[in-house]
């Protein structure tokens, strides 16, 4: 045991050589008495010698242990009761405390989350800290981004706990690091014992990005909790995916709007963790449709797990074409588990009667006669509108753009642009069209089909940003034919099972030779892009589609294939979806907002509401996952926005005591890892010299104390009994003879 | 109870104070010489002459006995010779003077006492002439002496005077002569206390003096080994002599009840030791209570007298009483 007050060790230790000393003292305090019979003193003396002697050592030792007994029995006392505390130096303790998304883990035998055992846990140590000497006490939130919940320390030890016993699991992963950066902004003062106590689950998901972070230099001990042993099952819903983000709906139910098929496939990807991945297992997932404070339910599927697989998907087939048009958010959901954060995943999808396709050609409006007489704008509408013969009604509307025309009004409220004689362009007109892109639009550029030298991809690549080489004059082939497909980019991710089928019969005489390492959606035979994809903005907004080949008879017979009208729909219908970005952002980020937000509503009930700054992003880090309504200045709804829980922090896994010692070795100060318990929290393990520095439980000081004080009262009997025993205070006179 | 001893070695001074203040009882006061204090202290015992144990040559025939060579052949009866043809003594009972020899102690352990001498001495005296306010067993052995040479004086017998230690360091002479108290009381008055005892070596000394048999009377706190007591009383035996041992000891030697631990120092030259009393009060007890038994059982067992006298205690009523005991013995033995 280590003494928390070394001051008080020294009295205790004085006042052990106290009966030493009075033992001394009396020794030469008497005046010799010279006696007669001394002969028969010297043999009972003699005869009494060894017994006398350990009587005496013997008494002196129960008397040291009696003084000894007592003073630390009272310093026991001192120490719980918080009284003085003999000049020790205050504690200034921070509590950093894990509320990310893992700690809303529930305790299958307990019903307890991983957050209440820690409050308790914190809270076990916060009751050791004595404010009649200055102890203050400062708490931290631990879930992403960091922040400071109580700061700076505070003296009102019983405020603070108030504070600590109010928190509650958030949906972002645990952010050490700002944490350590935070304590690293206090300013520490001398004269004060500084120490942080990290207390967490210690699960896998709270054990991420911990590598690099360092304590600040000023603290001089880390006190951690037990990592949590319990195996929680839990499933995480990681993903919602749509065919398309942005759905063509006709408002009515069955009707086959949708373009393939009627229903639109919606996939749910199903992560599993914990103890129960050894064997095979389902999960249920429900599918509804957010739009303000109505919800619709879509549907239900059912992810199956095979032995040893730690994801599966769910796939509901949703007739998301029978909904009105409009925003709305698309809701996963999975029935309740050992943690509920990451039972639900949101996806902002947005339905529109139509999409409006501006296509920037000259030649007005009019309908060749022969085929041969087609330009690329005429194939183009055609495959953009292939259904108009059939029905009046399109769900791409086609708005041709003269070249020398492209300004800002003519680009509002489209949706895509289709730059088919880009050359043709006037001087200006590519930068209009990155703004057009950056605002969510989609631009689609096919090369001049009459030129072999195509001077417009200078422009173009510095427009846009685009880090690809084109060539500047077109090259020949002999036949070459669609080779693979890349789905990386997503453009042609609906129509990637029959995309072989559909290409094999299309041949290609002429391209543009395009220098691109990524983002190609089709290739050809010879491996050089078909369609190359490129994002130009920087929030994962916008959209630009480079076709290698004219949609002209001379460079290819694509026009002519049935394979055409699925390659321009898809590159449209995909296109416009992943222009429009996704507008879902994890727990702990600051959300960005749709153009013209200026403030993020709750879809439901009376969450809160954050406002948009001037960089388009929330003023404020979102912590909790949701659903927002964008709206503008006027309360206009322009969008939705989705926050989803930091999944990174789902992972149930248990860690051992070893691992979590050795991570937060890295901190670089010496770590005490605590036990928590239903009474409160014992050192498990301490390093140096025993640490914790007598930061135990009330209950445990004061029943060491009185501990101390029983066996001082025993020793005191003993030592009453023994002195008359050894003093011969009871012994009758008895006159020999 | 404090206990106090005498420096060893001190001198006495002069023998009339001292007979002053050692034969007074509580009642000295009232009483007027000397000679009268020490009649007061003896009264009821010198009723009338004693009739002596030791059958002398002068007053009525006793009995025969045979001849030895070195007998004084004045003693042989001739007629007997005459008509047996061998030689025989004649022996007569006769009633003569008792000759009494005193042997104080003077070794070291004497001088040990806890009793205050004002309180002791009875005179009024708060210390002795050298100073001491203490009545050592010495005192008391001194006025033992004393009165023992008083009586015997008083009836006209022979008195003696030995003082030992480890060897006899001065002896008065028998004599039945009235200056022969004084020069008694004297000697004691002037004996240095001091040294170690060896009773063997003394007895032979003192024997070595007398020719005839005497009453001896060893007064002493007898600290000494039995063994060498043992061989010491058997030369006393050897020549015939009669004894009587009269052990003097302090009260406080007996009850041990010091109440602090001190460093204990011998009067006899024992090595320094700091003891517990209450510690080791019952092993010392049983130590002196063994001891002081083996004395008087050894005592005993060669046929003589034991008396065993507490320095607290006035000396007047134990030793008459003793002496009254006596007489009565040799009154039966004589007549039984």
Redesign the interface.
Known sequence: MSFLHPILAGVGLACVAVPILIHIL??RR????????????????R??RRR?QF?QWLLLAVRCLLVAAAALGIGGLLWGGGGETGGARPVVMFLVIDDSLASGAIDPTTGETSLERQIRAARGVAAQLNSARGDRLGILAASGPARPVLMPPTVDLPGAERVLSQMTPTDSAVDWAGAMRILGSVEASDGERRMAGLFSGWREGSLLDFSGVEAPGWLERVITSTPEETVIDNATLAAVEPMRSVVISSGVLGDEGGGLGGLDQVRVLVRRSGGWTDEPGRVDVRLSVQRGTQRVALGEGTAIFSRGGIEAWAVINADLGALASGGGVLVAECGPDGLAGDDVSRRVIELQRSLRVGLISEGGVRLPRTVLEFAPADWLRLALGPEAASSGEREIETVLIDPSGVDRGRLVGLDAVIVAQPSRLASGAWGRLRAFSDSGGLVVVFPEAGERVQRWTDDALAAFGARWRIERETHDLEGAIMREVERGAGLFSAIAGELAELARPVRVERVLGIDAESGVALRLEDGSPLVAVWRPGEDRRGLLVLFSVAMDLSWTTLPTKPFVIPLVQETIRQGVGLARGEWSEVAGSRPAAPPGAVELRPHVGGGLTLRVGPDGRTEEPVRQAGAWRAVDGAGVLVGSVVVEPDRRASQMETASAERVRGVLGGLGVEVVMLESSREGVVEREGSGQGAMLGLMPHREKWSLGLAMLTAALILAVVETLLARR????T?R????? | MDSRAVNAGMPRTAPTTDAALYLHPQTLSRLGSMEMRARHIVEGVMSGMHRSPYQGFSVEFAQHRPYVPGDDIRHLDWKVYGRTDKLHLKQYQQETSLDLMVMVDASGSMNYGSRDFAEASGVGAATSPDGRSIWTKFDHATALAAALSYITLSQGDRVGLAIFADQVREMVARSSAQPQWRAVVGALSCTTVDRTTDVGRVIEQTLAKITNRCLLVIISDFFVELEQLRAALARVRHRRHDMIAMQVLDRQELAFDFAHASPFEGLEGESRVRIDPRAIRAAYQREIGSHVAGVERLVRSFGYDYVRVDSHDWLGPPLAAYLAQRNAQIKRSKHG
């Not at chain 1, 050894?726 to 205070?729: L, T, Y």
């Not at chain 1, 006179?733 to 003879?737: C, L, Q, S």
């Open positions: 009396m020794r008497r005046a010799p008495v010279r006696w007669g019979a001394m002969k028969f003193l010297l043999a009972a003396y005869r009494q006398l009587e050894v003093s011969h205070a012994v006179r008895e006159v020999a003879g």
